[in-house]
């Protein structure tokens, strides 16, 4: 049984910073792809980026050099660093796991809410 669990959204100020955690059970993140994706009011759900087994990474245009994805095999923790927000960053955040082609587990979600 794999369980995502998020945490670390909050309320912060624009150009403020959170970093948001993803801890993962009955899976070893470091063998697999994590995504993070988030979604806002009444807008579809969208990629922000990944990290795969190796350790690659791939973002979203829009959060391009603002958002670090990073993984602690230690702790089987992925890590979604995010700087200079703004407040169409607002949105649920999730973290997912994909095992082959899908992603195939997925969190509770995390909201992060930026005020301008």
């Known amino acids: 049984q794999v369980q995502l669990v998020e945490s670390g959204g909050g309320l912060v100020q624009a150009g403020g910073s959170l970093r948001l955690a993803c801890e993962a059970s009955?899976?070893?993140?470091?063998?697999?792809?994590t995504g993070w994706f988030r979604q806002a009011p009444g807008k579809e759900r969208e990629f922000v980026g990944d990290?795969?087994?190796?350790?690659?990474?791939n973002y979203a245009d829009s959060v391009k050099g603002r958002f670090t994805i990073s993984r602690d095999n230690a702790k089987n923790t992925v890590y979604l660093q995010m700087n200079s927000l703004k407040p169409e960053d607002t949105a649920v955040y999730y973290c997912?796991?994909?095992?082959?082609?899908?992603?195939?587990?997925w969190g509770q979600g995390t909201q992060v809410t930026v005020s301008s």
């Open positions: 997912a796991l994909r095992l082959g082609t899908n992603y195939n587990y």
């Open positions: 009955g899976r070893a993140l470091s063998s697999y792809t």
């Open positions: 990290i795969n087994w190796s350790a690659s990474t």
